[in-house]
T-cell receptor, first 104, second 111 residues
Framework: KNEVEQSPQNLTAQEGEFITINCSYSVGISALHWLQQHPGGGIVSLFMLSSGKKKHGRLIATINIQEKHSSLHITASHPRDSAVYICGAAKLIFGTGTRLQVFP | NAGVTQTPKFRILKIGQSMTLQCTQDMNHNYMYWYRQDPGMGLKLIYY???????DKGEVPNGYNVSRSTTEDFPLRLELAAPSQTSVYFC??????????FGQGTRLTVV
């Protein structure tokens, strides 16, 4: 069993839809990271959170430490949100990512 | 700030050759990491460092070595390159209890 698991692996959406990506982890952590990797390959760090909720623009990340679960939400999705979203825990052990495609 | 700078961006190596992937950050971050990403796969941690003079192995350290003589630099050394080391390599850094910054990646092909 992977220490960090994401679901779904692939996700397609219509522009404007509300999107949720889930991350479960089995390791003890002090913080969880969400990354975005665009088709060109570049990686951007979206959030690092250790409790509660963080919001940046249309992106919201939540974490439940007791349940070892985090979610990344995208409100009013847009085609430019199409990317691979990756969560990481502990010493930055990462899941395999969720590939999101948003169609106009 | 230039952020995290990786060089080279692309490299083709022959089996058995060696090379060093350079990573430099100008943000005074204590934590630095090296990852590899194989096609369609997630990021795998190779080595990491929590400060100058301190390094430790990650999930997939075999075939690689690192050093951290300064806060800014964290080079990754490949000795005796093998086709299995064909991958995209990312360097990252972060301060304590804050998000990471990633380099642009190095695409390495071993033939």
């Amino acid at each position: 069993k992977n220490e960090v698991e994401q679901s779904p692996q692939n996700l397609t959406a219509q522009e404007g839809e509300f999107i949720t990506i889930n991350c479960s982890y089995s390791v003890g952590i002090s913080a969880l990271h969400w990354l975005q990797q665009h088709p060109g390959g570049g990686i951007v760090s979206l959030f690092m959170l250790s409790s509660g909720k963080k919001k940046h623009g249309r992106l919201i990340a939540t974490i439940n430490i007791q349940e070892k679960h985090s979610s990344l939400h995208i409100t009013a999705s847009h085609p430019r949100d199409s990317a691979v979203y990756i969560c990481g825990a502990a010493k930055l052990i990462f899941g395999t990512g969720t590939r999101l495609q948003v169609f106009p | 700030n230039a952020g995290v700078t990786q060089t080279p961006k692309f490299r083709i190596l022959k089996i058995g050759q060696s090379m060093t992937l350079q990573c430099t950050q100008d943000m005074n971050h204590n934590y630095m990491y090296w990852y590899r990403q194989d096609p369609g796969m997630g990021l795998k941690l190779i080595y990491y460092s929590v400060g100058a003079g301190i390094t430790d192995k990650g999930e997939v350290p075999n075939g690689y070595n690192v050093s951290r003589s300064t806060t800014e630099d964290f080079p990754l050394r490949l000795e005796l390159a093998a086709p299995s080391q064909t991958s995209v390599y990312f360097c990252a850094s972060r301060p304590y209890r804050a998000s990471s910054s990633f380099g642009q990646g190095t695409r390495l092909t071993v033939v």
